[in-house]
């Protein structure tokens, strides 16, 4: 381990999907002056995967570990446990670290289902033997191992204690090395703090201007059914955007690329339930007092869960579907 | 007294089992994790009474599930859940739940979105595979095999090519992606994607950018090859390491081939060829049942395809093998030549060298940079089309939704979406065949036998790391996560067990790429 007197930074992944690293990559020429100003100790998809140097260090001696990817097996378990021993502070970086994540879906799930559809019933899969993948394997003499799939998926501080969230699928560049400095400099921000902007992305969308003081909607629109006009509010065409109950710091790019807000950067602060803050600011603008009505607006979402819940399901007061009902809709 | 007697005869087989398993398990390497992947990765190596190699295990230790949580989805957020399984190759993934919504509602995309689509989609191609060649797998050609581990990294690449290279290479890179940005929202994870055309049209203005970049794109492929052919082609030992036994499988391949059978990136059929290069198969996408089976192992999460006529025996190369392979070299087995001028001079040239099909894993490398070449020609054609910025880029679907099949090559071979719904369009079913696990029946023989071919007798030599490393790596084991290894290093540890589990031995690099004793 080097003693170079340099600030030590950890990055680590969990289950996720590498995009939380190619946003560090995305820093392009600048990641030349964070690897002039700190340490990376340990980034095993870039750099020496030494899971045994980290365990070598003292404890603490890791001035902040970024963790990407939610918790789904017991390997990304122990490794965030050990890495929160060894650092002053824990950054969950990226939506799945933050709020579980899109993995985090498969809390509509368990453990069983997902192995059923994925090893036995996938319409490609051969398994005439009805083979799992197994944990430990005697293998003819030979013990091969596996990390243990859990029922349940979790954010990164429903498992360790968490000093600052970084919000985004993917976090965006700037931010990522406004947070870099903003650590390095000392002057540290509350901790719990969501290193963005907190304030709703409508107010950093090019679109603004164009978003009515009181909409009305009577019809939600998906955005394949519409020919989306690449200048006017998404809300005010009927598209559900989670723009007003979303945290800015984006700068809106999906709205740039002419498509609604999905809510990867999670709520603005004192947020309890994402999905319900987003649940109760589209309810609010449906522009009808009729309750047949409203239920007939309602079911143009025929997804709520994936609609309102897609990054945050996790960390939402529903956290998961109940293991009893998953069980009683298994075949 | 019988029982007793049965029960002595029993406890002595039972320990004779014991004292044979025991001599067995007498020494177990493993390499944990390995990296450089997309993903997690790890390596069990068992070694025989002679201490040569019983059997190597490639193991994915990493299942997310996204087939099951894709139930109760709006089809449309595919393309964006999907992209979620891999952010650095998110564009394919986007790309192929796209294609996937354009079958599933049955409409053609408009003349324009297909030709932004595919646009986009090369310009993915030509980042992705720059990025393996002069980062990951590149290193190991360009600095070379036996170089010292220190050097044997994009520091070292730098080092040969000089400096003013590698600040074009970031330069390039982020140029690139920058476009992905204008036109899909974001690089990581973009959000173009809508059955029948895209969501944003290109600006004129943009397309002049476009134009640019896209020459500057090719330039960049020429200049590849150029160290390809200099460094790596010129070199007689490295040329005997691509052709030596230890990196050479014989094995069906596989791509997506358009009309005259020249690899199509964004669209086509699937093509397959035998080991001796006949064709075996010809299909559109929506046939892929009848040719794809995954089979399941219980070491690993990742599930292996293997051609269903054929059948799944066993890790085995051979025509009577199903296993088949993806990617780069896979492709270029699988065509007949390249579908622009410059790509074309070069396969022509790859094929007279290595002749046909080529066998030879560690020819990815090469096939790769003239798929890179063959990219940014095929970008610059889209981006100089006078229709690349009509206003025409959706056509609305109109058809009730039921079932789709949509495809692409991803940079690592070939990517299969299949979605069913409802009536709603909510989808009821989905089915995923990405490229890794098209690969992944080779790549754990490539690494057994590349493991066979390097220990012997117990002996763990140093060697071992850099080369065990390059029998997966070459299929391009989802590259960019690990393109800045800036201070270089392939990070491995390789510990020696006794058949207690107890460490004997191990060796470790560090980040200075040193290898150490314990």
Known sequence: MTTNGKPKVAFYWCASCGGCEEAVVDLAESILDVVAAVDIIFWPVALDFKTKDVEAMADGSILVSFINGAVRNSEQEEMVHMLRRKSQLVIAYGACSHLGGIPGLANLWDKKTIFQEVYHEGVSTVNPDGTEPQPELDDQGRRVTLPR???TVRALDQVIDV????????PTPKLTMQAIQTLLSGNLPPKGAVLSPDTALCKECPRIDTKPEDLAITEFKRPHEILIDEEKCLLAQGI????????????????KGNMPCSGCFGPPG??????????SALASIVGSRDDAEIIKILDSIPDPIGTFYRYSLPVSMLRRKKMEAVASEKK | MSDNKNRAVQETLAKGAAKADASYMSRRITIDPITRLEGHGKIDIFLNDQGDVDRAYFQVPELRGFEKFAVGRLAEDMPQITSRICGVCPTAHHMAGTKTLDDLYKVEPTETAKKIREMIYNIFMVEDHAIHFYFLGGPDFVVGPTAPAAERNVLGVIGKVGVDTGKQVIAMRRRLREIISTLGGKVVHPVFGLPGGVARRVKPEEQKHFQEVAKEAVEFGKFTMKILEDIVLKNKDYVDLILSDAFTHKTYYMGLMDKNNHPNFYDG??????????EYARFPIQKYLEHIGEHVEPWSYVKFCFLKKVGWHGFKEGADSGVFCVAPL?????????ATPLANELYQKYV??????????????????????????RFQQLANDPELTSDNIRRLPTETPKEGVGVVEAPRGTLIHHYKTDDRGVITMANL???TQNNSARTAMSVEKAAKGLISKGVVSDGILNEVEMAFRAYDPCHGCATHSLPGSMPLIVRVRDLEGNTTATLRRDSDGRIHKE
Do not use: S
């Open chain 1, 149 to 151: 799939f859990f029922d």
């Open chain 1, 163 to 170: 000093d600052y969230y970084m919000p985004g699928c993917a």
């Open chain 1, 240 to 255: 559900p955007c989670m723009g007003p109950a979303t945290r800015g710091g984006c700068e809106a790019l999906c709205i």
């Open chain 1, 270 to 279: 004192r947020v309890r339930d994402y999905g319900g803050k987003i649940l």
């Open chain 2, 269 to 278: 059929d699937v093509r397959v060829v035998t080991p001796e290069g006949k």
């Open chain 2, 330 to 338: 896979a492709r270029l087995n699988a065509a007949d030549g390249m």
């Open chain 2, 352 to 377: 007279a060298t290595l002749g046909k099909p080529v066998h030879h894993t560690l020819a990815n490398h090469w096939a790769r940079v003239i798929e890179l070449v063959f990219a940014a020609e």
């Open chain 2, 433 to 435: 065949i990405v490229a």
